[in-house]
T-cell receptor, first 116, second 111 residues
């Protein structure tokens, strides 16, 4: 159990366009999901906490108007990169928890975004 | 900020035990030690976690010092597929608490 599906696994988009990334908990409900960004040879950087039914909480330095997060249901959170630029090219990863007492967050397989 | 310190890289011979250390001297009483690993271009994979007792599962063993200021992840018989970046993380064990990643240790398992 505790499978998190992330889609798409990779995407190439033109500069100025928007891209939506989906994160789904397949076999459990997740009131909280997290979004990370990872640049080559660097560690994961937490971007925001996605809360079902309420606004996301963004980490310092992350533009909430650029990285739109929607957690409309207990099994789905989406991250939309708006007006993407080449510097937004990165590996985006989501994670979700089964509940209060957990055995570690389960991570999605990641989305490789390339903005050209 | 990440609350852990790990060596940036380590080598291990295939078939031998890989011992990955982690310092977490500021860990608080209600924080657990978690280990994840990330194989290139994939999402992190949960390995093991513990509070103060040593833990073992099918993947690894976790040894936590009595003062809880450091721990060691042990892969008993490393294989080439264990080559990855290993992250040691401290966090509370309840839902909603964010997981902050440090730099991790890049483990190279060599034939």
């Amino acid at each position: 159990g505790a499978v998190v599906s992330q889609h798409p696994s990779w995407v190439i988009c033109k500069s100025g366009t928007s891209v939506k990334i989906e994160c789904r908990s397949l076999d459990f409900q997740a009131t909280t999901m997290f979004w990370y960004r990872q640049f080559p040879k660097q560690s994961l950087m937490l971007m925001a906490t996605s809360n079902e039914g309420s606004k996301a909480t963004y980490e310092q330095g992350v533009e909430k108007d650029k990285f739109l997060i929607n957690h409309a249901s207990l099994t789905l959170s989406t991250l939309t990169v708006t007006s993407a630029h080449p510097e937004d090219s990165s590996f985006y990863i989501c994670s979700a928890s089964k509940g209060v007492v957990n055995y570690g967050y389960t991570f999605g397989s990641g989305t490789r975004l390339t903005v050209v | 900020d990440a609350k852990t310190t790990q060596p940036p890289s380590m080598d291990c011979a295939e078939g031998r035990a890989a011992n990955l250390p982690c310092n977490h001297s500021t860990i608080s009483g209600n924080e657990y030690v978690y280990w994840y690993r990330q194989i290139h271009s994939q999402g992190p994979q949960y390995i093991i976690h513990g509070l103060k007792n040593n833990e073992t599962n099918e993947m690894a063993s976790l040894i936590i010092t009595e003062d809880r200021k450091s721990s060691t992840l042990i892969l008993p018989h490393a294989t080439l597929r264990d080559t990855a970046v290993y992250y040691c993380i401290v966090r509370e064990n309840t839902g909603g608490f964010k997981t902050i990643f440090g730099a991790g240790t890049r483990l190279f398992v060599k034939a």
